[in-house]
């Protein structure tokens, strides 16, 4: 337990400073004389850029556990948001997020493979990845405000100066507080290893499965592209951001619903993507309905799907490499976050963007494979056995 509140309070900081930046980077590259077009694909180059981190985090984080990659992906992302301040070209931001990209990829699986192999409960570990939700949307609450607020005060350069020695600041923290792995020697004396356990991963997953984070990454990468440049651009950086604090509180009321996690992954997917679609219809169709009100049911959504869609893959692969397990859902949510911002960024002036998110989450609705009839609706206890989708 104490490993896990030190892991909350770093992933705080961390994403208190990643999402300070989501509405301060397109005014950021606005301002550099950077096009629409430049910026859709500014933000995708940064999930492009995830893909060979996250192809090496898997394998990495099993082999030598959490802590360094955690320590290395938070040092190294404050460091160029220490360069970033001094960005003087639009060029020069897209290099400096694309490095950026591939540096947090580790960040993600390690933490989350930290947290699960904490318990060997499902619903236990449900708990853990509700409290990662939490603590995610919390910081989320309060950093796009707070983002907006800083760059008011001080500036672009101050913001991202701010921010950089934020984050190695946090570094420094779990390089100081967070638990080494167990050396070989104390593995062959029968001691518990409390970043890996050695149980064979079970990946039964079709490829239909990889598409639910996919779609939830690509349609997030679209809400993220289109809220900044509402009213043709002219919407303010300090309204933008308490859009985004209105989503997360939205997810900060499911995610405090801490029984829904005695219900069956599955069964919480389905509904939070179905959620998610009916939103982004709404953000398409639906203009005399206010956009907060859309907002805040888009975050109720999200808080019902992240935790769940953790435990299903923890539930799929029956506990064991966790690292290489959530290193392929970021995959798929770095390809669709690559896809998204893109695909908003050229066809905007065809079709709505939100439009085309939510004919993305039905398909994959539709696409989702049976589940086991014989599965309970609610999470199994550690005597019963795990059952698969």
Same mark, same amino acid.
């Given at each position: 337990?104490?490993?896990?509140?030190?892991?909350?309070?770093?992933?705080?900081?961390?994403?208190?400073?990643?999402?300070?930046?989501?509405?301060?980077?397109?005014?950021?590259?606005?301002?550099?004389?950077?096009?629409?077009?430049?910026?859709?694909?500014?933000?995708?180059?940064?999930?492009?850029?995830?893909?060979?981190?996250?192809?090496?985090?898997?394998?990495?984080?099993?082999?030598?556990?959490?802590?360094?990659?955690?320590?290395?992906?938070?040092?190294?992302?404050?460091?160029?948001?220490?360069?970033?301040?001094?960005?003087?070209?639009?060029?020069?931001?897209?290099?400096?997020?694309?490095?950026?990209?591939?540096?947090?990829?580790?960040?993600?699986?390690?933490?989350?493979?930290?947290?699960?192999?904490?318990?060997?409960?499902?619903?236990?570990?449900?708990?853990?990845?509700?409290?990662?939700?939490?603590?995610?949307?919390?910081?989320?609450?309060?950093?796009?405000?707070?983002?907006?607020?800083?760059?008011?005060?001080?500036?672009?350069?101050?913001?991202?100066?701010?921010?950089?020695?934020?984050?190695?600041?946090?570094?420094?923290?779990?390089?100081?507080?967070?638990?080494?792995?167990?050396?070989?020697?104390?593995?062959?004396?029968?001691?518990?290893?409390?970043?890996?356990?050695?149980?064979?991963?079970?990946?039964?997953?079709?490829?239909?499965?990889?598409?639910?984070?996919?779609?939830?990454?690509?349609?997030?990468?679209?809400?993220?592209?289109?809220?900044?440049?509402?009213? *043709?651009?002219?919407?303010?950086? +300090? #309204?933008? @951001?308490?859009?985004?604090?209105? $989503?997360?509180? /939205?997810? %900060?009321? !499911?995610?405090?619903?801490?029984?829904?996690?005695?219900?069956?992954?599955?069964?919480?997917?389905?509904?939070?993507?179905?959620?998610?679609?009916?939103?982004?219809?709404?953000?398409?169709?639906?203009?005399?309905?206010?956009?907060?009100?859309?907002?805040?049911?888009?975050?109720?959504?999200?808080?019902?799907?992240?935790?769940?869609?953790?435990?299903?893959?923890?539930?799929?692969?029956?506990?064991?490499?966790?690292?290489?397990?959530? *290193?392929?859902?970021?995959?798929? +949510? #770095?390809? @669709?976050?690559?896809?998204?911002? $893109?695909?908003? /960024?050229? %066809?905007? !002036?065809?079709?709505?963007?939100?439009?085309?998110?939510?004919?993305?989450?039905?398909?994959?609705?539709?696409?989702?494979?049976?589940?086991?009839?014989?599965?309970?609706?609610?999470?199994?206890?550690?005597?019963?056995?795990?059952?698969?989708?």
């Amino acid at each position: 337990m104490k490993t896990a509140l030190w892991l909350y309070m770093f992933l705080f900081l961390a994403f208190f400073d990643l999402h300070a930046q989501y509405p301060v980077l397109t005014p950021f590259a606005i301002s550099l004389g950077a096009a629409p077009t430049f910026i859709g694909w500014m933000m995708g180059i940064y999930a492009l850029t995830h893909l060979p981190g996250n192809l090496l985090a898997g394998n990495l984080i099993d082999r030598h556990g959490s802590r360094r990659y955690i320590i290395f992906s938070l040092t190294a992302a404050g460091v160029i948001l220490l360069l970033q301040a001094h960005v003087q070209l639009p060029w020069q931001l897209l290099v400096l997020r694309s490095i950026s990209g591939f540096v947090l990829a580790f960040l993600s699986p390690a933490c989350l493979a930290l947290l699960a192999s904490l318990s060997r409960d499902p619903v236990t570990q449900g708990k853990y990845m509700s409290g990662h939700g939490v603590i995610h949307t919390l910081a989320s609450v309060l950093s796009p405000a707070a983002g907006a607020f800083i760059v008011a005060k001080a500036g672009f350069s101050g913001t991202f100066q701010s921010l950089g020695w934020l984050l190695i600041f946090t570094g420094l923290m779990a390089f100081l507080s967070l638990p080494k792995p167990l050396s070989a020697a104390d593995r062959d004396k029968g001691q518990a290893v409390p970043i890996n356990n050695g149980t064979p991963a079970r990946l039964p997953f079709s490829l239909r499965l990889y598409l639910i984070p996919f779609a939830i990454a690509c349609s997030q990468g679209i809400l993220f592209f289109e809220i900044p440049l509402r009213e *043709s651009g002219l919407a303010s950086i +300090m #309204s933008t @951001g308490l859009l985004f604090s209105v $989503i997360s509180l /939205g997810a %900060l009321v !499911t995610l405090s619903m801490l029984f829904l996690n005695r219900y069956a992954p599955y069964i919480r997917v389905t509904i939070g993507v179905l959620g998610l679609a009916i939103c982004f219809y709404a953000l398409a169709a639906a203009d005399h309905v206010p956009i907060t009100v859309i907002l805040f049911a888009l975050g109720l959504a999200k808080g019902l799907l992240f935790p769940a869609l953790s435990s299903l893959f923890i539930e799929l692969s029956g506990g064991g490499r966790l690292g290489k397990v959530f *290193s392929l859902q970021s995959i798929a +949510m #770095s390809l @669709g976050s690559f896809v998204g911002p $893109i695909a908003a /960024g050229q %066809l905007r !002036t065809v079709v709505s963007p939100y439009f085309i998110a939510f004919l993305m989450l039905m398909t994959v609705l539709l696409l989702l494979p049976k589940r086991n009839r014989e599965a309970p609706l609610t999470a199994v206890s550690p005597e019963t056995p795990i059952s698969t989708v």
